[in-house]
């Protein structure tokens, strides 16, 4: 089953029951274009007069329902104590996750708040008028710094998955081809690392995981963001949500040629992303010295994400230019995603050609 076919089968037969549910009635119901690895179906919910919503439906049987409770709960807690993050909404009957089920197919269904503002994409990239990009730089790590101080406060009812439950060396040898095994032994080294790394309370909890410009939305009269979408947030290293910031960094600069130029703006960028982090949390240096480590785990967790795409839709696993050259770093320990590295091409950025 695809993006596809569940929009078709939501407008022909849940939409009503929906409605019914979260007493949605003279909403329209919008689908959002989904992306590549997207678990979901999302419909924007809008009446004349009223905030927009957001409703989620989860189709892929990853999900279960403790899952989506405890993502729940955990956004919950975080709206409660000062997050900034779109809340969920319970059902009329006071549930936070409801259950359609048509046919032997189970569906869950989640509604939130929408987001404050808009998304960098749907403003071009560009950031609020009369404001310098660093304010940005500083508010991305302000609100996750945030997150996390909050999260070293978490006692959770329904506890979500850690980390090592999902990436280990028993999951990762069942997707990962065993033609791949250069890969398979690399990715069994890095985990060894992580598993040495202290996991105290101050260092590790309940994270994210895919803290990024495409799962927050910006006020651009103010600069405040607003974050969604903990669907893969899971209790790991807060550096891990640091790292995936620093790789989205990458983004602003990618086309520069000169390599100097590239590593410079990356350092200024990250140094406002760690003002802002540490105005609301500590972080000790010992785990800020592990950065290239957890640039590592998220260039991990994209390689697994993208054989985990190819086995949900039933396809033969085939390396793309991209996911090639995510591999190439991970076989060969080119640090930093290779952007400093001659692997790396301003002209095709993060793909790999065999003849460069």
């Keep these: 089953m ?21 007493g949605l009635e003279g909403y329209e119901f ?7 690895g997207g678990r ?8 004349e007069g009223v905030a927009p919503l957001i409703l989620r ?4 049987p990853d999900r279960s329902r403790q899952d989506v409770l405890a993502e729940a709960e955990y956004i919950r807690y975080l709206a409660a104590t000062g997050g900034s993050v779109a809340d969920v909404i319970p059902s009329r009957s006071g549930e936070l996750a409801e259950e359609i089920t048509l046919g032997s197919h189970t569906y869950l269904i989640c509604l939130f708040h929408k987001a404050r503002g808009k998304s960098l994409a749907e403003n071009h990239y560009r950031y609020r008028e009369g404001a310098p990009l660093t304010e940005y730089f500083y508010n991305c790590g302000k609100t996750l710094g945030k997150l996390h101080h909050l999260s070293k406060g978490y006692r959770p009812v329904r506890r979500r998955y850690t980390f090592f ?26 985990l060894a690392s992580l598993e040495a790394l202290d996991r105290s309370s ?5 994270v994210h995981f895919d803290y990024s410009d495409g799962n927050y939305n910006i006020d651009y009269d103010t600069g405040d963001i607003t974050v ?17 910031l620093w790789t989205h960094g990458t ?4 086309r520069e040629r000169d390599t100097e130029k590239r590593r410079r703006f990356m350092e200024e960028y990250f140094a406002a992303v760690l003002e802002g982090y540490r105005s609301e949390t500590g972080l000790e240096q010992q785990m800020l010295d592990q950065l290239p480590l957890f640039i590592q785990t998220v260039l991990m967790e994209n390689i697994v994400d993208a054989f985990e795409v190819m086995r949900h839709n039933g396809e033969e696993p085939e390396c793309d230019e991209e996911l090639l050259y995510k591999i190439k770093c991970m076989e060969e320990n080119i640090p930093y995603m290779g952007f400093y590295h001659e692997i790396y091409s301003c002209e095709a950025p993060f793909e790999y050609e065999a003849d460069r």
């Design 228 to 244: 969604f979408d903990f669907d893969n947030s899971c209790f790991c290293w807060y550096m891990y949500d640091l790292a995936n």
């Design 202 to 206: 101050e260092v590790f909890g309940m």
């Design 57 to 60: 439906i989860a189709y892929l």
């Design 165 to 190: 439950d999902k990436y280990n060396t028993g999951y990762i040898g069942e997707l990962i081809p065993v033609s791949l095994s250069l890969l398979r032994e690399k990715l069994a080294e890095l």
């Design 40 to 47: 979901n179906i999302v419909f924007t919910c809008e009446k």
């Design 251 to 254: 983004g602003w600069i990618q």
């Design 2 to 22: 695809n993006h596809n076919e569940v929009v078709h089968i939501t407008k022909t037969h849940f939409l009503g029951p929906i409605s019914e549910l979260y």
């Design 30 to 36: 919008s689908p959002v274009e989904g992306h590549d």
